[in-house]
């Protein structure tokens, strides 16, 4: 049996920081990963274009993202945050840049290269990686983590450092196991549900804009017919419904809505404008060009890629019709549709489509100066196996960062 100052479980973000951190302070260290390669999960974050953090520059903002847990945060971040991320990518030559709403992504805009910076500073600071080796079992005595076993092997250390991950995208290796663990050293483990998730809706002319975006509308919903609350930004098409930052953040409402009964949505592609004033802007377009076919003109007034779709949610519409034909009432029709396009949300898409989902030990439970849990004294617990909820946006993986972070500094 091999003998390691610290042995991390689980080779994504949180756990390829909290390795490369403790041997950089000279600890001999283990990581087990039992996934082929490293980093299945960051490899396909944000699209593949990997949301490394959220830059909103003011701590306090930042922290407040994260609900309950605001407050039991702020020494954790005050040791590793998002000015510390900026630098660490940067010094390892892939610098950061910010987009909408404050999120950050490498420069090349591949998360491949988010894991080939963090594989070579474990090379560089002598981790041991053993991939292709899953824990089968957690041995320990009187509150102490004497050794685990995995890959028919047992491995003992000083010091353990959990990193497996929660249960969004099973598929790269996040099955949860981890939190059965937890529950079995004593821990209290929050039972997750997939929050930040895309929706499915009924309508099958959805799938038509699979891969198009609406940006800059406002998406309004209605429980029973009755206006409950709307977000303005970008809605994302899939084949299955809708999808993108703005929709991510308002499925944990939505899921609340659905208990209630029948859930819709509208569209709105001119928020700015009230109708009137959007029926005059549709006529004006109109007067420019007065003998151009409906289906060409419309691509003037609704988003890139969408216009034949939009078009045959009015069926009284010829798409060939010549500009000058359409009638009064048929472009008062067009305004409404484009102020309220239709949708009907029929569930939230589950574990295998989450970008995160809650649950895992309660931070009660943890001292967050040191992500050390209060329960075994052997044991730090990092990333997605905490009970922390937040928006998309790049808040989960600054989270990664930081407590990864503070447990290598502290193991």
């Not at 940006?215 to 029973?224: C, M």
């Not at 703005?246 to 209630?260: M, P, Q, R, S, W």
């Amino acid at each position: 049996m091999k003998d390691y100052d610290v042995i991390v479980v689980g080779g994504g973000a949180a756990g390829m920081m909290a390795a490369g951190q403790a041997a950089a302070r000279g600890k001999k260290v283990l990581l087990l990963e039992g996934n082929a390669r490293l980093g299945e999960k960051l490899r396909i974050t944000g699209g593949g274009r990997c949301n490394i953090t959220n830059a909103e520059p003011d701590e306090k903002i930042l922290l407040s993202k994260f609900g309950t847990s605001e407050q039991a945060l702020y020494s954790a971040f005050s040791q590793f945050g998002t000015e510390e991320t900026f630098s660490f990518f940067r010094e390892r030559a892939l610098p950061l840049v910010i987009e909408a709403n404050d999120r950050a992504f490498p420069r090349t805009k591949k998360a491949p290269d988010v894991v080939r910076v963090l594989e070579a500073y474990l090379a560089e600071k002598g981790v041991e990686v053993q991939t292709g080796t899953s824990v089968e079992k957690i041995v320990a005595t009187d509150g102490t983590i004497e050794q685990v076993i995995a890959g028919g092997n047992a491995y003992r250390a000083a010091s353990y450092i959990f990193a497996t991950g929660g249960l969004s995208h099973p598929e790269t290796g996040s099955t949860g196991d981890g939190f059965g663990w937890l529950r079995a050293l004593g821990h209290t483990v929050a039972n997750p549900t997939p929050t930040i998730v895309p929706l499915a809706t009924k309508e099958p002319w959805v799938k038509h804009l699979a891969g198009k975006s609406m940006p800059d509308v406002k998406i309004t919903f209605y429980a029973e017919g009755s206006k409950r609350f709307a977000r303005t930004g970008t809605v994302l098409f899939t084949h299955f419904g809708i999808s993108g930052p703005t929709i991510l953040n308002a499925a944990g409402k939505v899921a609340d809505l659905l208990h209630e009964g029948t859930v819709t949505a509208r569209i709105d592609l001119h928020p700015a404008l009230d109708l009137g004033i959007l029926d005059r802007n549709i006529m004006t377009v109109f007067d420019a060009n007065k003998n151009k076919l409906l289906k060409n003109v419309l691509k003037e007034l609704v988003p890139p890629g969408t216009s034949d779709t939009v078009l045959s949610l009015i069926p009284a519409l010829d798409p060939e019709t010549k500009v000058h034909s359409v009638r009064k009432e048929e472009r008062r029709m067009l305004a409404e549709l484009l102020k309220a396009i239709p949708l009907t949300i029929t569930e939230l898409m589950g574990f295998e489509r989450a970008v995160v989902a809650d649950g895992g030990v309660l931070l009660s439970e943890i001292d967050t100066r040191t992500m050390r849990s209060k329960k075994v004294q052997n044991l730090y617990i990092i990333g997605d196996l905490l009970h922390i909820t937040r928006p998309s946006g790049g808040y989960s993986l600054q989270l990664c960062w930081t407590t990864g972070f503070v447990a290598g500094s502290h193991v």
